[in-house]
């Protein structure tokens, strides 16, 4: 029951719904804006080291006088399928083992192209070599854990010599904000905690710094305690 004493809620000022609503806006438009500025600036980058290598009969800017941004785009990828068709075909891989044979040759450039092949393989090629899952494990020491990406079982020379008693895990640990660079660290199976959220939902969590987390089946929010703090 309210007594005339009491406080009352002071409603808040025209500044304050200003600047909420200024905030809310900018939660709406800086994903969209940010996005769409990521793809003009990759087609314009495109364009820019594509174009060039285009005869200019076939370049839609001598016709009309405009330059379409997108259009190097569109000739890197018919000309990637095209490659990719041709290297399908058994004149396309004779060619390639035959690239290779002379590039394997050469040393400075065989470790190169060497390097950012297996690269490319990993990350383009459409294979079943993938994170399978999302973990926890207690990284840089006991009590502090981390989230990782298990990615396959330690075989061969790395198992033997790891004086394991079991199974060894590989877990790939990612850095934020920037999940490409991280740690690939080995750990016994049973020091790895499986999580239930894909990897997706770990890699927005891992990019966020810990702000996105993955939605609750049981709907309940994280609770974070109070740092207690030094006097």
Not at 137 to 148: D, E, H, L, S, T
């Given at each position: 029951m309210n007594t005339p004493f009491d406080d009352k809620p002071r409603r808040p000022g025209i500044f304050a719904s200003l600047r909420a609503s200024f905030l809310t806006g900018l939660v709406v438009i800086a994903p969209v804006g940010l996005t769409i500025w990521l793809i003009w600036t990759l087609?314009?980058?495109v364009d820019g080291f594509v174009l060039p290598l285009v005869p200019q009969r076939f370049n839609p800017e001598e016709y009309i006088g405009i330059n379409l941004r997108g259009v190097g785009v569109i000739f890197f990828l018919v000309f990637t399928i095209l490659v990719g068709w041709v290297a399908k075909g058994l004149i396309g891989r004779s060619m390639i083992r035959f690239a290779e044979t002379l590039v394997d040759r050469t040393p400075v450039v065989r470790s190169i192209y060497s390097g950012i092949k297996q690269i490319a393989e990993t990350v383009f090629a459409q294979t079943e070599s993938n994170f399978e899952k999302?973990?926890?494990?207690?990284?840089?020491?006991?009590?502090?854990?981390?989230?990782?990406?298990?990615?396959?079982?330690a075989k061969g020379e790395i198992l033997a010599r790891s004086e394991v008693m079991g199974e060894l895990v590989s877990v790939f640990v990612p850095t934020t904000p920037n999940p490409t660079s991280g740690f690939l660290l080995y750990f016994p199976a049973e020091d790895v905690v499986e999580l239930e959220m894909s990897i997706e939902d770990a890699a927005k969590l891992v990019i966020s710094a810990g702000l996105v987390y993955p939605p609750d089946r049981t709907g309940e929010k994280p609770k974070v305690e109070p740092v207690r703090r030094a006097s």
């Open positions: 087609f314009g980058w999302a973990c926890l494990v207690q990284y840089p020491r006991k009590g502090i854990w981390a989230i990782g990406f298990i990615s396959t079982q």
